[in-house]
């Protein structure tokens, strides 16, 4: 499929956008520039990362609030099972619903100390459908989870990962977003053998979107997602060439938006880093018009 055939297509596309709480003043206008860029576009979902054992807790309600306030957009809070208790995870929860939060992404979530193996909190909720099941019994949230193309680094199967989706999908997920993964045919699989295991919530391919070759890389060790060769091969040498990996980068996206459309994805989710302009053009080439909000 090639891009003419992409814009040509007049299956409706939906997108979603991804961005994290800022530590800084400086990160903090940096993230802005990319909620307005990106707000046209009308996404269906924005969703605000939750750090490492809920170290950014506090930044990640306050992002999500102002978008509330201050955007037409849909924002979607993470919530994980780490480091907290039932009660203190609740209350997270409700503080969201009464900021105006109605979406929620939950997941396991990662150890305060990289690296750590997985522990849940003794007064805490032990896994992702109890966490889920714990939200919806708050208020009635739409909640979206994870999903690996690559396996979960944590399992010892893609079979495990499936039975645990399924879980998810039974105490009340409504959408699987992918971790972020290069091989779309692996993405495709990951969509058939959950259809199969009789498991109805959609799969929303994660892309990533970046310059920073060496930045997704180490992402990617951490979270079990395969660098491929010819990947590699692309970046090689522009370590000092920003405008020449700015083309890499949206080549490769371009391409990865292609496959996935001729698999029959309909529905993406960008991992933005903050940074606006390869997402807003990949979202271009899928034919997105942004809308005038003045």
């Not at 206008?29 to 605000?48: G, I």
């Not at 919530?79 to 503080?95: F, K, M, S, Y």
């Not at 939950?106 to 007064?123: F, K, S």
């Not at 700015?246 to 698999?263: D, F, G, N």
């Amino acid at each position: 499929m090639s891009l003419k055939d992409v814009v040509s297509d007049n299956r409706p596309i939906k997108v979603s956008f991804e961005f994290f709480p800022p530590k800084t003043a400086e990160m903090e206008e940096q993230l802005w520039r990319a909620v307005k860029r990106l707000e046209p576009l009308a996404p269906a979902f924005v969703s605000v990362t939750y750090g490492a054992g809920g170290s950014t807790r506090d930044r990640t309600h306050a992002t999500v609030k102002r978008i509330v306030e201050k955007t037409s957009l849909n924002p979607a809070a993470h919530l994980t099972c780490v480091a907290a208790t039932r009660p203190e995870i609740d209350d997270v929860a409700r503080g969201y619903w009464q900021a105006g939060v109605r979406h929620i992404v939950a997941l396991r979530g990662d150890m305060p100390e990289e690296g750590a193996p997985y522990a849940a909190h003794p007064q805490g909720y032990a896994s992702t459908p109890e966490l889920i099941a714990g939200i919806r019994a708050i208020a009635p949230f739409v909640i979206s989870v994870s999903c690996y193309p690559e396996r979960h680094p944590d399992s010892p199967s893609l079979e495990h990962d499936i039975a645990l989706l399924k879980r998810k999908a039974e105490a009340g997920a409504s959408r699987a977003i992918g971790q972020f993964c290069f091989d779309s045919d692996a993405v495709a699989r990951l969509r058939d053998a959950v259809a199969k295991a009789g498991i109805s919530v959609p799969i929303i391919p994660g892309l990533m979107p970046s310059t920073n070759f060496k930045g997704v890389a180490r992402m990617a060790a951490r979270c079990g997602a395969s660098i491929p060769g010819w990947l590699s091969h692309l970046y090689e040498g522009l370590d000092n060439d920003l405008e020449s990996r700015r083309i890499v980068a949206s080549a490769v996206l371009a391409e990865q938006v292609q496959e996935l459309h001729a698999h029959g994805f309909d529905q993406f989710h960008f991992y933005t880093l903050n940074q606006a302009d390869l997402t807003y053009a990949t979202c271009r080439i899928l034919g997105l018009v942004p809308k005038d909000l003045s």
